[in-house]
């Protein structure tokens, strides 16, 4: 069984130690998300205030990955 993962977008508001991030999405919930393996290797560099997109897997909404960086579109 493969999994549906769903991809939003949101700001990182704060970097934790281990290569963690936490980011905020519009509707103002909080996730805690890593970097993808793939973005990692091409040394993609992400800060708080930085928007990125996020793949959320649908059985644990607290957690997500970081697939790529953008930037705000206000």
Do not use: C, K, N, Y
Not at 4 to 27: K, S
């Amino acid at each position: 069984m493969t999994e549906q993962r769903t991809e939003r977008t949101g700001q990182i508001i704060e970097a934790l130690p281990g290569g963690l991030f936490r980011v905020q999405f519009p509707d103002g919930s909080i996730v805690t998300a890593h970097v993808a393996a793939a973005s990692r290797m091409t040394t993609i560099r992400v800060l708080p205030g930085d928007a990125v997109a996020i793949a959320v897997s649908p059985f644990d909404l607290s957690r997500g990955t970081i697939t790529r960086r953008g930037t705000v579109a206000e």
